[in-house]
């Protein structure tokens, strides 16, 4: 890596404040982190293309029913009033993103975050196409053929297959897939529709295509706050400049004492390798995602040159710096941050799923149709009100609605309602009260919302009856 001469006293000195991108040609490697990093590719595509085919019955097992305001997880169906389980589930996400950033660095970024395994994926398309590292430079420095353009030609119309099967796997999520495939091959899918799968396609061309690094560099936040969840004691990806240093060339038989010199070759393949393009001798810099390939290809040289492996390394700063071994460093894992992270994510876990499992997944809302009672025939007090019913079983059932809370109460008209699978229903009801029962204002009113074919399925909601002064 060439560093430009220091200025000279006095000189004037040009700063460029917007750099051109140099394009990055990152260098195929092999080893037990690329071993981790593809079977992470492999586990998340599975599970991101295969979930939108996987059936629960007679729906998807996963869809995200926007339209009608339903969402289907398996055997849960969800409404939009439970949206407090989104909530936790995005708390339990942050707290996880925290508490393994503490421990062991960009653990998300180099293994499971889609710009990361898009790219590879990408990557490997590029390199099946136009070849590994040198033969990709020395293709885009050649002159435009016939055989350049069909190279580049191939490897994009590849590049867009994958980005609109993404974006059509996508779109599964919110549209059943058979459904939406049967749409996009009749070209009869709606705008909305149409629009989603375009943009994510595209999106996933760009970002994994043409932008690569620079989305992990210039657009993703993370880069720029992991240095506060970092401590001394946090795994990262580390070069050992007391075991390199000096670096510098030299022959497999030559005896790095007689020079004397480091164990580092000056050989630049961690450079070459590296998604981003960054040299990671020079230190703990934010451009680094944390893909450890710069550690098998270090470890590839070092069985070459015949010395230990581990010249780049997961280790700490204070490992390096106190010569700590592997179970000084594993002890120092559970230190309070880290605890304090694993405490408060076990218990909003905890408390998220167990509130799933204990909660009463019938609903019933109700609305006053008017803010005053009326006098009927025989003198008594009449309220009309709008009961929403939620079925959350995915067969019809019948519910009764009954009312309590004031003496001699009842609903006057249909009190049984039938709802469909999965479905909502609003119904009217008129409650009255005979004469003489309630007290003039407010009275406050309990409404049961029971199935007639199983009587533990129920729920109460209140509301209030208002009898006239």
Known sequence: MSIPPAPQHGADVE??????????????????????????????????????????????????????????????????????????????????LFLFTAVAGRLWCGYACPQTVYTEIFMWIERRIEGDRAQRIKLDRSPMSAAKLARKGVKHLLWMAVALWTGISFVGYFTPIDALLAALLTLSTGP??????????????????????????????????QSAMFDKDTMII???????????????????????LGDCVDCDICVHVCPTGIDIREGLQYECIGCAACIDGCNQVMDRMGYPRGLIRYTTENALALQLDHRAIVRRVLRPRVLAYSAILFAITLGI???????????????????????????????????????????????????????????????????????????????????????????????RVEAIDDATVGVEARSTFFVPR
């Open 15 to 96: 700063v460029a404040l917007y750099e051109v991108r140099r394009k990055i040609y990152p260098r195929a490697v092999s080893g037990r982190f690329a071993a981790w990093r593809w079977g992470l590719v492999w586990l998340t595509q599975l599970v991101f293309y295969g979930l939108p085919w996987l059936q629960w019955g007679s729906r998807p097992a996963v869809l995200f029913d926007l339209e009608a305001r339903r969402f289907f997880l398996f055997g849960v169906v969800l409404y939009p009033q439970d949206f407090i389980y989104l909530t936790g589930l995005l708390v339990v996400s942050a707290l996880g």
């Open 192 to 225: 909305w529709e149409t629009f989603w799968v375009l943009f994510y396609g595209f999106a996933t061309w760009g970002n994994a295509g043409f932008m690569r690094e620079q989305v992990c560099k210039y657009m993703c936040p993370y880069a720029r706050f």
């Open 238 to 260: 580390t070069y050992d400049p007391g075991r390199g240093e000096p670096r510098g060339p030299r022959s497999r038989k030559a005896d790095p004492k007689a020079r004397p």
């Open 353 to 447: 799923f167990g509130h799933l499992a204990l909660r009463t997944p019938l609903k019933a809302d109700v609305m006053r149709d008017s803010a005053l009672g009326r006098e009927v025939e025989d003198g008594m007090v009449e309220n009309s009100y709008r009961v929403q019913i939620i079925n959350p079983a995915e067969q019809t059932r019948r519910f009764r609605v009954t009312v309590g809370g004031i003496e001699t109460v009842f609903v006057a008209g249909e009190s049984e309602f039938e709802v469909g699978p999965a479905g909502v229903r609003m119904v009217p009801l008129t409650v009255r009260v005979k004469p003489g029962h309630g007290a003039p204002g407010s009275n406050q009113l309990s409404f």
